[in-house]
């Protein structure tokens, strides 16, 4: 039912002692053949009188049943795979301190248990489809990568201990409910996505990262996040509230899309976007009040929903263009347009509509255009917009949309293609 590791603190300082430079002097024994699979535990075995291990070492194949264990080695140079052993059900290497490579445990269809009693570094982490393994306790204390998709797990706890890591990644773990992390800084990107529908995400120690995506969290907390270098977005989430007040900064794209019991979004701190601003379908969002210090967007505004008010009074310059669409004809394009009118929004296509009017410029065409309908049921999905011009958008969602799992709806092509459209 469990992944154990740990490091037991005297462990780390005896092993250090003892682990006088033996590289060179590995026996023949200990270097594992570039290629070989083991799968028995007899081959197991063979490395029994080995500290180090130089090579990739790979255990795979249905004849390994029951248990396995790799016992006495405590560092292996080169990576640890166990994949697509589908009889396996517990697997153990207690011993093992350090591995300079990556740990993958993949395909593994009835493991029960995995227990890495030692371990406190190692390069990446790969846990992949593991649908009987229930819970990980580890105290693991150098990590650069760690990507844990398609499992059981229910909690994560061995990992919350990190403190600096490139990649979090940790997806479609169904059992998962809640995440609380002591991770002061993510290099590269941090995802949490298509976990159990009610996983509580908390990132409190955060400092900063470099691109940060949620989806389908049910809630969501980084009380200390204060920049995040490239994007971030919030996708698809069920949290009805989203504090992100200490940050002051996002690098690439904000976007906002489709929380649909999201009512209250607090920004308050955030001065510059370096990237678009994409609000959209967040049905519930009626009062986007939470963005009143923006003073810089560096591309598109995209905002689309049913919302009564959008206020943006810090608001000095955006350097694409402007959609600002909503179906509640209480709220007013007045201050966009005076922004518009001003040259704060320097792209070329400026549309805002809300319930009564709608108003359409289009700088790159000879005469700018205006029109007001009458219409009190103006749609705001995206694709109307195809009055700025901007329906040839090339389908393309680089850059618009924060995280790498990009859902195929035609929704976000549309909502990505225009806030592209407007760059
Ligand atoms: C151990 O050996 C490796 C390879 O020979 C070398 O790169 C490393 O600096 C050595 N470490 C120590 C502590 O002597
Ligand atoms: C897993 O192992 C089985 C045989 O035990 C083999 O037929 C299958 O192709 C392997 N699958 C993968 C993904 O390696
Ligand atoms: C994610 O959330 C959306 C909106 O609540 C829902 O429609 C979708 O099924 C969820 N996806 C997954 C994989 O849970
Ligand atoms: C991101 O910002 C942090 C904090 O300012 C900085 O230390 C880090 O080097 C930046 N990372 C990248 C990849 O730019
Ligand atoms: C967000 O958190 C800050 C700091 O804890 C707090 O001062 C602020 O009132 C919160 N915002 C909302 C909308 O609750
Ligand atoms: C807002 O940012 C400033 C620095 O720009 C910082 O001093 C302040 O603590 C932040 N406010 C919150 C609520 O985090
Ligand atoms: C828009 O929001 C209002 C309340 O703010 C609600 O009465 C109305 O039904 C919503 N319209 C649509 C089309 O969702
Ligand atoms: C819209 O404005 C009307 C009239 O001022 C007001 O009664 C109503 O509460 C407002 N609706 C919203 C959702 O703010
Ligand atoms: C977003 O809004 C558009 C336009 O109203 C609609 O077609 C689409 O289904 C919505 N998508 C989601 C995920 O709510
Ligand atoms: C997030 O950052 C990583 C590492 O720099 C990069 O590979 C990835 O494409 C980024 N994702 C987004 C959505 O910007």
Known sequence: MQIKTGLATGALLSATALAANSTSSVPSSCSVKSGATVTAQ?????????QTLVGDLTISGD??????????VKEIQGTLSVNNATELESFSADNLEKISGSLEMKLLTILESASFGSLSEVDSILFQTLPAISSISSNLKSVNSIEITDTSLESIDGFNKLERVNEFNVN??????????ELKSVAQSLQVSFNGNDADVKFDSLEWANNITL?????????????VNASLGFIDNSFDSLNMSSLGSVGGTLSLVANEQLTDADFSNLTEIGGALLIANNTRLSNIDGFDNVKTVGSALNVVGNFSELKLSALKSV???CDVETKSSNYTCDSLKKLQKSGGIQGDAFV???????????????????????????????????????????????GAVAGQIVPASSFMGAVAAVAVALL
């Open 42 to 50: 007899a081959d197991l075995d063979k490395y029994s009188g080995c």
């Open 215 to 227: 989806r389908n969290v049910s809630s969501a907390s980084f009380a200390a996040l204060e920049k």
């Open 319 to 321: 350097k694409g263009g």
């Open 63 to 72: 004849s390994l049943t029951g248990s396995a264990s790799l016992a006495n």
């Open 352 to 398: 805002c509509k809300n319930g009564a009017t709608s108003t359409s410029i289009k700088l790159s065409s000879t005469s700018g255009s205006s029109t007001a309908s009458g219409s009190s049921s103006g749609s705001a999905s995206a694709t109307s917009s195809g009055s700025s011009g901007s329906s040839s958008a090339s389908k393309s969602s680089n």
């Open 172 to 181: 479609n773990n169904r059992g998962l409910a809640h995440i609380d992390s």
